[in-house]
Every structure is written in C-alpha cells, then in structure tokens.
Nanobody
Framework: VQLQASGGGLVQAGDSLRLSCAAS????????MAWFRQAPGKEREFVAA???????????DYADSVKARFIISREYTKNTVALQMNSLKPEDTAVYYC??????????????????WGQGTLVTVSS
C-alpha cells in the first residue's frame, strides 16, 4: 500500500492551498482517511478525518484549530482524499501527512487508527 501526498508549497497568510492524497495497493472506500501535521519541534497532530457512514457518504471531523477554515473531502469511487485549506495562518506551517485506516476500533482522531501513511508534503505560510 502506498499513499502519495501532493500540493504543499509556500503561501502568504490568508491564502488558500489544496492538498491531495492518492492511495494505491488496496481500496479504502469504506475506511477512514485523515490528515495530520507536524510542525518543527512538535508532535504530529490530528487535522481532519473522514469516516464512512454508509452508502457513498462520509462524516467529517476537524481539529478545533482548523474548523471552519479547512475542508476534507473524498469520493466513494476514488481512492483519494483532499484537504482544502483556506485563510491560512503562519501557525499552519507544518509537514502534512495523509493517512489511511488500519485499526477501525481506535478513535478517529488517534494516530493509532491509521496504519498507512504518506510521505508528507510541506506547507509554509508566511506572515
């Protein structure tokens, strides 16, 4: 299984950026997928996640720090997850990692739920 993240870059505060993650090797249509981030000198933290709720719909969950600014999205027929980041702030600067579920009994926001990780893409927001 491989997850390939893309879309990072250098932007100014207030700008928008869209991250994408494509999974290969198995299907994750009914599995949770998420984004985490890690700033220099800090622990990797939860950003947003989607969990399958049946049919072709997903539930979205967000960290308080990004709620109302970031939108996580995915399509049932595609093995991808995206993160639309709006109104970016300097404190959003981090390496962003996409992740796919391997342990569904763990909490949605927990790193322990996700067995598969992308390589990370750097987002830098200047003030």
């Amino acid at each position: 299984v491989q997850l390939q993240a893309s879309g990072g870059g250098l932007v100014q505060a207030g700008d928008s950026l869209r991250l994408s993650c494509a999974a290969s090797g198995r299907t994750f249509s009914t599995s949770a997928m998420a984004w985490f981030r890690q700033a220099p000198g800090k622990e990797r933290e939860f950003v947003a996640a989607t969990a399958w709720t049946g049919g072709r719909t997903y539930y979205g969950d967000y960290a308080d720090s990004v709620k109302a600014r970031f939108i996580i999205s995915r399509e049932y027929t595609k093995n991808t997850v995206a993160l639309q980041m709006n109104s970016l702030k300097p404190e959003d600067t981090a390496v962003y990692y996409c992740a796919a579920e391997g342990s569904p009994r763990e909490p949605l926001r927990s790193r322990a739920r996700y067995d598969y990780w992308g390589q990370g893409t750097l987002v830098t927001v200047s003030s």
